[in-house]
């Protein structure tokens, strides 16, 4: 066919692309090729002032997500008994009055905290679901089984508590002008810590572009990962830590820089507080019982820590690793220290202070943003019931999270008091978020009601839902993002057989529960709403796709220093947001929620220095999840393309080990830990180190359902051997997904 001739009615039109579809976590800008009411292309927008059209494989491949055969089309109710497989259609009028009056019957009778909302990961539905739990008057919104919420909370946790705010390497992300911009200069030396962003574009940004455009620059890179990912094998050092000891490194690298001199004396002086107090806890830490810790050679940590403190500016990108170390907190604020002590903080080039665009918040990142939207009585009075409050200071302080490893705890006890139900929102828990995926599906197929919202049928929907709603991708909504680089507005453009968008349907539900909270007339006035500080309406934005605060402006990361300028604090003095207007090396925030206030390393739950005896049983670390560019978390297993590229479940192994126990590449075998085992085919490769294997996560298989509708979850899901309830003192991070000890053997 003349190609030219197919485009002649093509429209294209140019947004964010947020989940569904890609899955991820902060979008980029795309072009939308639209024919006859259908999305026929996606590509990345050439004009997007920070990604110039790069775009990941899955933003390509959203047509076939789209436009799949086993995509959810219309609402569903299940027909016979949970598990079954069997449902039927419903309307959506059957749909929402029916949800409608069981969640009313539940709270009637139990009160509306027995419903827990569920979300996974930091989708573009965290700001529908918090909406309609919040209007239904539920407290306990959570990221369903992840232990220890130990996904980005952590880190945004852990840097509130030390600097009052959350930072960012400084990839010139925040002026039009990127690596022109007069201001900006590359890091001098750059530490990717614990992430893969070449593979992942973890975190918001498409960092792994920007990490080597920063190289071609110049940056030099330390590399700490126990794998030999890309980027570590083009680092001028690579530490290849045992996992989860990334807080004694941190520790031994401040011994160091602080023992030696080399931190910012000025900067120390004048903005830091508590810095003697970490000068003392830093000398448990010693080169020797860090190397002997960590595994990495004591020369090694120095060189690195060295190289590190003498660049200026230097920068430290990290990833979830970090937090799901054992006391997340902890490490989070010994990694923090080292930006800080060092005086990266806020410099061209070093870690960016960083909030939303004009400070717009779709989904909230903190109790201060939480109580812009809601209120100050509004967000108090939610706290007193939300689970995990009242043990843990930071789940009670920071954030809305209710606690994922005790509403699992109280699934089971039903104590203080019972759970009734459940609403899950972009989560498959049955083949990727939870620890002791059993436990869990145990749990909740007991509850009164279950309801869930997807793009697909998933081994989770199969297993404990009563309804079930089909999803829009990101061309089927309106919705914007707001993480960091310019607001975004994703437009709706198609409609794909009865599917709706997140917002649109948890605000039908929402204002059915609270026409107060939701007085809106519809979606778009709402969006207009939150985006008010922008000065644009929703249609204004969408019509210009993207917006960026000028420079000045406090949001973003322009101008640097800005603790000089007081443009941090509430108050308007200069210094930080923080009790003492100071980075806090020394917490006077964990200080008083009872906590230790300076960073120190523990152990993980199992490990060879930990429980040694276990180490002989099961001689290897098992970590798992390093994410795979094709795949986000358990989607896209059914996507032709993508599933091409990472066609199978597999294990990563060191050559050494395979020979020593027998295993082939290819060849399929049992990983076992002491909770379970998992079933996945043996990759030999280098990468790994011989006592550690890497097993990637989500794994469910769409094309064989099963007698049992579980998709293979059972043979296949790795979180059978990761436990719940390791979560940190705090409340956030130590979910050990990264180091839990385990043998192999062939199927
Ligand atoms: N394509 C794609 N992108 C994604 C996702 C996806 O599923 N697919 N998931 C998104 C989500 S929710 C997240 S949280 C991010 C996660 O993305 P990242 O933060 O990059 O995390 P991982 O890929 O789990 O691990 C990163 C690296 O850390 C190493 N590592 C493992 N254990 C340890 C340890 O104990 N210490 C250290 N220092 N390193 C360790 C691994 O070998 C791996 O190379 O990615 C996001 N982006
Ligand atoms: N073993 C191991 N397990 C891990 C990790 C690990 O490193 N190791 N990483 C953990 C981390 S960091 C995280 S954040 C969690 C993530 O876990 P989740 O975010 O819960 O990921 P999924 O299980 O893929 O569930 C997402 C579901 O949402 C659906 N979906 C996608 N987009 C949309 C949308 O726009 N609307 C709706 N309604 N549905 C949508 C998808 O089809 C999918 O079924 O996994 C964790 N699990
Ligand atoms: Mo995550």
């Given at each position: ?157 852990g840097m509130y508590v030390t600097e009052g705010d959350f930072t ?82 941190a520790?031994?690298m401040l011994?160091?820089i602080i023992?030696?001199?080399l931190y910012d004396k000025t900067f120390v002086e004048k903005w830091i507080y508590g810095f003697?107090e970490l000068k003392?806890?830093v ?25 590190y403190a003498?660049?200026k500016p230097a920068a430290i ?15 989070i604020q010994a990694i923090t220290s080292l930006w800080c002590v060092t005086g990266n903080l806020d410099i061209?080039?070093g870690n960016v202070i ?207 220093r800005?603790y ?11 210094g930080f947001?923080t009790?003492t207007?100071k980075i806090e090396v020394y917490s ?10 300076l960073p ?148």
């Open positions: 066919m003349d190609e030219r001739a197919d485009t002649k009615d093509v429209q294209i039109i140019k947004m964010g692309a947020w989940s569904g579809g890609p899955g991820c976590h902060g979008g980029c800008g795309v072009e939308v090729h639209v024919k006859d009411g259908r999305v026929i292309k996606v590509e990345g927008d050439p004009d997007h002032p920070f990604l110039q059209g790069r775009t990941c494989p899955r933003v390509l491949a959203t047509t076939q997500v789209m436009y799949h055969p086993d995509r959810l089309k219309y609402p569903l109710k299940r027909a016979g008994e949970r598990g079954e497989g069997k449902w039927t259609r419903i309307s959506w009028a059957e749909a929402y009055d029916t949800i409608y009056a069981r969640m009313k019957e539940i709270k009637e009778k139990y009160g509306p905290e027995s419903i827990v909302f569920g979300q996974g990961t930091g989708r573009d539905a965290g700001g529908p679901i918090l909406l309609l739990a919040y209007a239904y008057g539920s407290p306990n919104w959570t990221l369903l089984g992840l232990s220890g919420i130990s996904c980005f909370t952590p880190r945004l946790a960012f390497m400084d990839a010139a992300q925040f002026s039009p002008l990127r690596y022109e911009e007069p201001e900006w200069t590359p890091p001098k030396c750059l530490i990717v810590w614990g992430r893969e962003p070449v593979g992942g574009c973890s975190d918001h940004y498409a960092t792994g572009h920007w990490m080597v455009d920063c190289m071609k620059r110049g940056t030099k890179l330390i590399v700490v990962d126990p794998r030999c990912t890309w980027i570590a094998s083009r680092a001028d050092h690579w530490l290849q830590l045992r996992p989860a000891t990334d807080g004694a490194l520790l031994g011994h160091i023992n030696e001199g003697e003392k806890r000398q448990e830490y010693p080169p020797d019982r860090v190397s002997y810790i960590t595994w990495i050679p004591k020369e090694k940590i120095i060189d690195a820590a060295r190289l003498k660049s990108q990290w990833g979830v690793p970090v937090d799901m170390n054992a006391e997340a907190t902890s490490v061209p080039g960083c909030r939303g665009p004009f400070g717009v918040s779709i989904y909230p990142y903190s109790t201060e943003e939480l109580t812009a939207i809601y209120g100050k009585d509004f967000v108090q009075k939610l706290s007193e019931k939300r689970i995990g409050a009242d043990r843990y200071p930071l789940v009670k302080n920071f954030r809305g999270w209710a606690l994922s490893d005790v509403v699992l705890e109280q699934m089971e006890t039903g104590k203080p008091y019972p759970i009734k139900g459940m609403w899950i929102q972009t989560n498959n828990f049955l083949a990727c978020a939870a620890g002791e995926p059993r436990r869990h599906f145990e749990a909740i197929r007991k509850l009164d009601f279950n309801v869930v919202v997807d793009l697909f049928m998933t081994p989770t929907a199969q297993a404990i839902a009563d309804i079930v709603l089909p999803a829009g991708t990101f061309p089927e909504k309106d919705s914007v993002f707001s993480t960091g680089i310019p607001l975004n507005a994703i437009q709706k453009v198609v409609e794909v057989e009865e599917c709706k968008s997140d917002w649109e349907i948890n605000f039908e539900l929402a204002r059915r529960f609270n026409p107060e909270i939701v007085h809106w007339n519809n979606v778009r006035e709402m969006l207009t709403e939150r985006i008010r500080p922008s000065g644009l309406t929703f249609d204004e934005l969408s019509e210009q796709v993207w917006a960026l605060p000028p420079k000045g402006h406090p949001s973003g990361s322009a101008p640097y800005r000089e300028k007081g443009l941090l604090r509430p108050d308007g003095k200069p947001r009790p207007g006077t925030t964990l200080e008083s929620y009872g906590l230790d206030p120190y390393f523990e152990e993980p739950p199992e490990s060879p220095l930990r429980t040694p005896e276990l180490w002989k049983e099961f001689p290897l670390i098992l970590m798992t999840g390093r994410r795979s560019p094709v795949l986000f978390h358990s989607e896209h297993r059914q996507i032709p393309w993508l599933r091409e590229i990472d066609p199978d479940p597999i294990v990563e192994i060191h050559p050494e080990t395979a020979r020593r126990l027998g295993i082939e590449d290819g060849e399929w075998v049992w990983i076992e830990g002491r909770r379970g085992r998992a079933k996945r085919k043996a990759k030999l490769t280098l990468i790994v180190h011989p006592r550690m294997v890497m097993a990637p996560h989500g794994w469910w298989l769409p094309e064989k359902e099963g007698e049992d509708h579980s998709y293979g979850v059972w043979d296949l899901n790795v979180n059978q051997l990761i436990p719940m309830g390791y979560q940190s003192k705090s409340g956030f991070g130590g979910g050990p997904y990264k180091c839990m000890l385990c043998k192999i053997y062939k199927v």
